[in-house]
């Protein structure tokens, strides 16, 4: 167990639907990262948050929002979902602060599957 | 964030030392080298992570070049539990950033 909660851990959708995903950080860690896993293909970077609020953005889909919660919890809505999205999202976290210098090291959780029909 | 460039597939014999490279020619000097692996379809795991010396734990060894511009993760005693995807990359070491995984390097370790 990494300490890195994401929930569902499968989920099954149809074309045109919204579904969220959710991720709890590592009890102190205060960013919040997501990636995308489309099957045989590299973990693209989404987006990162930082103590609810978004730090930095990759190639996230107009129709794809997440946000940072007070307690820190973080969530990826998915809306107007098209086959394309099946993938694996994975949540990482950690320790890194805007002011932080030095090493920032990840930890990941185990992913959720989606599976758009 | 410095571009890395790792070749896509290796065998390794089970017991023999697995050396995988990672070639970061563009890498600033405030940026790590960090290295992860991903077993299946489970979650990315931290490996080993360095800056300009050469660094060893438990699971591997980071092998960095003087220049920084390539580096090396050597993983002594390659158990055939070591077969996954490994990703090599160089984020830098301040603030908040993406943090930018390549396509990595697929290892098989042969029975």
């Known amino acids: 167990d990494s300490g890195v909660t994401q929930t569902p851990k499968h989920l099954i959708t149809a074309t045109g639907q919204r579904v969220t995903l959710r991720c709890s950080p590592r009890s102190g860690d205060l960013s919040v990262y997501w990636y995308q896993q489309s099957l045989d293909q590299g973990l693209q970077f989404l987006i990162q948050y930082y103590n609810g609020e978004e730090r930095a953005k990759g190639n996230i889909l107009e129709r794809f929002s997440a946000q940072q919660f007070p307690d820190l919890h973080s969530e990826l809505n998915l809306s107007s979902l098209e086959l394309g999205d099946s993938a694996l999202y994975f949540c990482?976290?950690?320790?890194?602060?805007?002011?932080?210098?030095?090493?920032?090291?990840?930890?990941f959780g185990a992913g959720s599957r989606l599976t758009v029909l | 964030d410095a571009k890395t460039t790792q070749p896509p597939s290796m065998d390794c014999a089970e017991g023999r030392a697995a050396n995988l490279p990672c070639n970061h020619s563009t890498i600033s000097g405030n940026e790590y080298v960090y290295w992860y692996r991903q077993i299946h379809s489970q979650g990315p795991q931290y490996i080993i992570h360095?800056?300009?010396n050469n660094e060893t734990n438990e699971m591997a060894s980071l092998i960095i070049t003087e220049d920084r511009k390539s580096s090396t993760l050597i993983l002594p005693h390659a158990t055939l539990r070591d077969t996954a995807v490994y990703y090599c990359?160089?984020?830098?070491?301040?603030?908040?950033?993406?943090?930018?995984f390549g396509t990595g390097t697929r290892l098989k370790v042969l029975a």
């Open positions: 360095g800056l300009k």
């Open positions: 990359i160089a984020a830098t070491t301040s603030g908040t950033y993406k943090y930018i």
């Open positions: 990482a976290s950690s320790p890194r602060t805007p002011e932080s210098s030095g090493a920032n090291v990840l930890t």
